[in-house]
Each structure stands twice: as C-alpha cells, then as structure tokens.
C-alpha cells in the first residue's frame, strides 16, 4: 500500500565514506586518507563498540558467580576466563568480523538488511526469510529496551563502593539511573549531531581505561595468561557439564553488542570497524577480563563485584564518571539503532507510517522518531523499576540477543548459496559450527526464563504480531481493492467512449497498484464529473537495496495521451520525497508545474468484519494501526496545499 512506508539513514557517518579516499597499487595512504580512516575509527568505537564496552563491568561476576558451584575456585576464575575470551574470538572475531560483514546489502548490515539481501539472492520472496527477519528486527529491539537499563544501571552500581558514599548509596542507585535515562531520551527530539562527535574520544578513553586497569592488574597473578588457551575453557565444561551449560548463559554477556558491528556497517565501513575491533576494543577487553582474572585468583573475596572492586581509589571516581558517560552513549547508539531498524521496517512495509523527523539541516542520518523513543523510555523505566539491579537484569539479557544471531546464521545461508554459489558442503562447513554455537548460547540463555529472560521475548512476540497484523492486514486491503476496482485500462475506453468535462493541470493519482483505477480518481469522476487534462498514475515503489541511484529513481510510461504512469523507486534506507523526484521528470521530457498540480490521496475507512480475514481482535490492531500512521502527506513531503483527499469505506 503506497504510503505505508518510510525509510532509514541512522544517526552517523555514510558508508560510502569508507571508499571516499581509493588507492591504487602499492601506493601509500596519503596523510588525508589516513586521517579519514582514523577518523572514522574513532567514530566507529565511539557507536558500535558501545554496547560490548560496558560488558566487563558485569559479565565476569554473573560467570564466575554461577562457576563457584564447581568447588574449585581456581578453575572457576580461569575457565570463565578462557571461555569469555573464546567467545570473543569466536563469535565476534571470526563470524562477524570475518564472516557476517561480508555480507552486506550495498554496504548495509543488520537483520533486515540481510533479509534483503537473501531475499535478492534467491530471486523471489521467501515466506521463511521474511518471517526471520520479522523475528531478527523485534529481538533487536526487545536488546534495544534492556541494553540502556543494564548499562547505566551497571555503572551507577559503581557508587556503592565510591570513595566516602558506601552502601548507604542503595536507596537511590535505580532512581539515579532512571533521571540519568529520561535524560538520554529527553535530548533525542533535539538531535545528537552536537554531541556524536565527542562519543568516539570518550569510548575510546573508556575502552583505553579498560586495558590499562587489566594491564595493571596482570601482574597481581601472571599464571591467569594461561586461560588465553581453550584448555581451562574445556576443563570447566567438562568438570560439570550441567553447571558448565548454565555458565554459558553469563559468558554470552561479554559479547553482548557484537550485532552492533554488522548493523552498523553502512555507516562506517567495513575497514574502519574492523580495524577498531582489532587494534582496540578485542586488546583492551581481553587485557581487563584478563585483569580481573588476575585480581580473583590473588583475591578471592572481591567476586561479589571484581570490576569496581580493583578499581584504585585514586581514580575511581574518575572512572565511574568515565564508565557513566561510556554507558550513557552505549544507550544512545541503541536508541538510534531503534529508530534506524524502524525507518526499515516501514519502508519494507512491516510497520505502518510513523512520524519520522530530521533534526539535522546537514546530516540526513540525524532522525527522531517520537513514538519509538517514548516506548522505548517507558519500557527501559519499567525494566528498572521490576529489576532493581544489573544482576536481576542480566538474566533477561542475551536472549534477545542470540536469537538475532541465530537469525542472522539462517539467512547467512541463503547468502552464501544463492548469491555467493558457494558449494553445500562449504556453506555447511562454516555455518553449522556457527548455528551450534548459537544454539548452545541460546539454549543457555533460555534457562533463565523464570528468571527475567521471558521479559524480551514477550516484548519480541508482541513487535512480531504487531508486524504481522499490519503485513497480513495490508495483504487483504490490497486484495479487496484490487476485487472492487476497474482494471485503468477498460476506464480510458470508457473516457474516450464518453469524455467528462476536463479541468484544467495536471492530477496525480498516488496507488499502490497502478493496473487499476485509482479510488481517488473513481471518485473524483463519480462526484465532481471531472478529469484533469494530464493524468498521473503514481506507485512509490521500495527496493530492496538500501539506495537507488538517481537514474534509477524514476521510471515513465505513456499509457494513453492523457494518462501516463510513473513508479518511483527508494532504498528502504531512503526518505520519499515525492516532489523532488518529479522534478527529475523533467530529465525525461515529463514537464508540468507542481503549483498547478495536484496530489489525489485515497483514504480508507477501515471497519472489522469477523466474516473475513483476521480475527475480530487482530482486525481492530490494523485499524488502530491504520488510524496512527502518519500522515502520507507529510511522509511523502507533498506541498499540503496541493493534496486533495476523498475516502472510501472498506471491511477487514
């Protein structure tokens, strides 16, 4: 349905940056280039790396913690170690970094990027795909609700052990937390642009402050360098099979964040992500997970919180600052994800129009949308108010967060087969490991269901109805229409047979499919007997690439020599700007003046019927769903004045 669907930039650096300085040969990078590749390293630290940033201050404990069952602390400390580490290597490194980010739709990553993608690859639309990506886009935001909570809330546990506060601190660490949060949600209706070019330097700060408080704890126990091998990590798993599997679930928390990579990926590059990843954030975290190790094993008491607990006084409030602002932006790229994943889903037609504004003049990435960010603050305040501390909150955290890992496998397959023709065995070879991996976390994770972690599933199942309710909703509107119209070109005969009386311009017709008489114009000849002198049959087409090409945008028919059909195509990361587009029409010998133009916008009144469709309840969801979505007016950026609207009643 034309109109049903809006587009995504996210609030950061375009992808095509990464290409923007080439080199040919063995030349060297000039001074310029390597400074533009610094640059967006940084920034690439300061975005994507912010959610995995804050899992040292809470993934060891929760580990450890559950590893004390096994009754051999020094195995407890180096086997959670060693496996925090491999799950680095393993999940990040190698499928992400490696693997995933080869994958990328134009350049773009992230679930629903990849169900394009696949979608592509095998040439048709696949039911399984779509429904992957409807799952992988409603996890993601379920991770969206609890990342903010679980990652300011871990840092403001850190005033417990505050030089001169102490304990006497507990009564306000949630409420501090949650004016922290109404803050960060407050600001996002002004934009961030301001403020986004100081989140790379103080990540980096942050994750450089990782490394040299585990560096400085290395030597409190040099022996903790023997869990780098996968030894210690399988002697853990081995000792007690049972205990070792739940120990997963609190492992998986360190990399938490890693689908921040292969989301991001359009708006910095592979390069720059990468080498961020490798030369920064994989060393520093290794060195402080590394670090706390070493202070366990010489210091055994402190596994009630290791990471505040080895930070020195001198710096601690330093610190705490520093891990504050760090989770604070870690929340901050999550919001902006939210509304990234939301302009997609629209465009691909799995949500209705929603009010979706620019706060930058000169970054089209730079977006709000307010309906998103108030659920999002009403779901983070209720995560914090029903979990009270990070330790409640981890067991609601990493559900959400595999099952998109698990997604992102599936689809990768399609990829790999389809597109890349890579043979079975291969694309089995690499996928299979990966998928048990996957499925082992997921499985873990999946234990903790009693304790918190039916919280993002439950948030995921409702997005996902709400997805489908509009897909399956739009799905009968559109065929209902399609029943009750005259296909156009038995109309024209019947113009030509009998002309009405014509006024004078141009009208443009805005459907969804432009084989038949639009509503709008039945109705225009029905009560006004009148047709213009030059008429348009318009389609917004979505593609399924990220963004189309200016020669790409526009495609003309001559149906008749008063009828012409247009179809204008965006990436669904692209805002629809109707009237810019036609004016690329003028390219192609279509000329007319938009001030004596005007838009016809068919509006339906929609009404449950229990005899057809969907059930009575999910039939009044799409009409609420309906009469919320945006105005297509402003979503198309039709000059107002121009829109003339007449309705039309419909049964669901």
Known sequence: MVGDHPRDDRNTVEANNQSSHPHSGGDSPSPTSKAAQRALMIGAIGVVFGDIGTSPIYALREAVGHAQGLGDPRLAIMGVVSLAFWALMVVVTLKYVAFLMRADNRGEGGALSLMALAQNALGRRSAFL???????????????????????????EGLRGAPGIGHSINPFIVPIAAVILIGVFAVQSHGTAGLA??????????????????????????????????????????????????????VFLAVTGAEALYADMGHFGKSPIRKGWLFVVLPCLTLNYLGQGAFLLSHPTAMDNPFWNMVPQLIYWPLLLLATA??????????????????????????????????????????YVPAINGLLMVGVLFLLVTFQNTHNLTAAYGVAVTGVMFVNTLMAFTVARHKWKWPLWGVLAVLLPMGFIDLVFLSSNLLKLPDGAWMPLLIGALIVLVMWTWVRGTQILGEKTRRDSLPLADLID??????????????????SDPTVAPVAMMH????????????????????????????????????????????????????????????????????????????????????PTARQGMPMWQDKLFIFLMRNAANPTDFFRIPPGRVVELGTQVSV
Request: aromatic residues 8%; proline residues 4%.
């Open 130 to 156: 779509f429904i992957l990506g409807v799952c992988g886009a409603a996890l993601f935001y379920a991770d969206g609700v609890i990342t903010p909570a679980i990652s300011v809330l871990s840092a403001i």
């Open 197 to 250: 070019k100081f989140f790379g330097p103080i990540t980096l700060a942050w994750f450089l402050s990782l490394g040299a408080l585990g560096l400085f704890h290395l030597f409190d126990d040099l022996s903790v360098l023997q869990s780098l091998s996968p030894h210690y990590a399988l002697m853990l798993l081995t000792k007690n099979p049972v205990l070792g599997f739940v120990i997963l679930g609190s």
């Open 326 to 367: 760090a989770t604070v932006i870690a929340s901050q790229a999550v919001i902006t994800g939210a509304f990234s994943v939301t302009q997609q889903a629209v465009q691909l037609g799995l949500l209705p129009r929603l009010d979706i504004r620019n706060t930058s003049e000169t970054q089209a990435g730079q977006i």
């Open 494 to 511: 019947m113009l030509s047979a009998r002309p009405p009386h014509r006024a004078q311009g141009t009208a443009i017709f805005l459907t």
């Open 524 to 607: 225009n000849l029905k009560h006004n007997k009148v047709l213009h002198e030059k008429n348009i049959i318009m389609t917004v087409h979505t593609s399924h690439r990220p963004r189309v090409r200016g020669d790409e945008r526009i495609a003309i028919e001559d149906i008749s020599e008063d009828f012409k059909r247009i179809t204008l195509t965006f990436g669904y990361m692209e805002t629809p700007n109707v009237p810019k587009a036609l004016a690329q029409c003028r390219r192609q010998g279509l000329k007319f003046d938009i001030m004596s133009t005007s838009f016809f916008l068919g509006r339906r009144s929609v009404i």
